[in-house]
């Protein structure tokens, strides 16, 4: 009886551990605002991809390319990171990616580019945490007099687009936003992951 409990009590704490982890590996700040397939793509699963990231900062693109071909690996995927055959990142345009993509013998184009950051100022009437204002027995005077204060709050607005090399066409986009990012390098991780969450449930990438 004690090896069943024991054994019962070791998959349920190995169960809870796996979906802990499965939340903490899911994106946390990444918002997929919109989201366009083609519908007459029959082209199945892509296995040789170029990433091409288009970011504010060129120190970003690399840790963003980077990561992508990181998470892109786990799935099978053979990616091409940009700026090793296009280094300067002002010579990103539709002639160099296309003829860089011919000769690394990609099939498609995964490009991403920050479209705009938005920073505003929201004004919090109570100084303290929502859960010590807000409580049973109604709101407190000294967080409400201590208040309002002014919270910085950040937005980046990201487009993604797939294209197919051949034919050039736009298989698959998506709009983001990434709110309130710790760090641009958070930023990247969480963002990717969204992305290809998304393009994995969109049937572009393998399971």
């Known amino acids: 009886m004690k090896k069943i409990a024991f054994v019962k009590c070791f998959s349920l704490i190995f169960f809870i551990c796996v979906i ?40 970003a693109r690399i840790e963003y390319e980077d990561y992508m071909i990181k998470m892109l690996k786990k799935r099978s995927v053979e990616t091409i990171p940009s700026y090793t055959v296009i280094p300067d990142m002002k010579d990103l345009n539709r ?65 993604t687009g797939l294209f197919e090399l051949e034919s050039e066409k736009l298989i698959w986009a998506a709009t983001s936003a990434i709110m309130n990012p710790d760090s641009a390098d958070e930023a990247i991780k969480d963002f990717s992951k969204a992305i290809i969450e998304q393009l994995t449930k969109d049937g572009y990438i393998r399971p």
């Open 95 to 159: 002639e160099s990616v296309k003829q860089a993509a011919d000769v690394a013998g990609v099939k498609a184009v995964l490009a991403t580019k920050v479209v705009g950051v938005d920073e505003k100022e929201v004004v919090v009437s109570q100084s303290q945490k929502m859960d010590y204002v807000y409580t049973p027995n109604g709101v407190y005077m000294r967080p409400y007099l201590d208040g309002p204060k002014v919270v910085n709050f950040t937005k980046v607005r990201v487009e």
């Open 20 to 59: 802990m982890c499965g939340c903490a590996m899911g994106p946390q700040m990444t918002k997929i605002k919109g989201v366009w397939k083609y519908d007459q793509y029959s082209g199945g699963y892509l296995d040789r991809i170029m990433i091409v990231g288009k970011p504010r900062m060129d120190a």
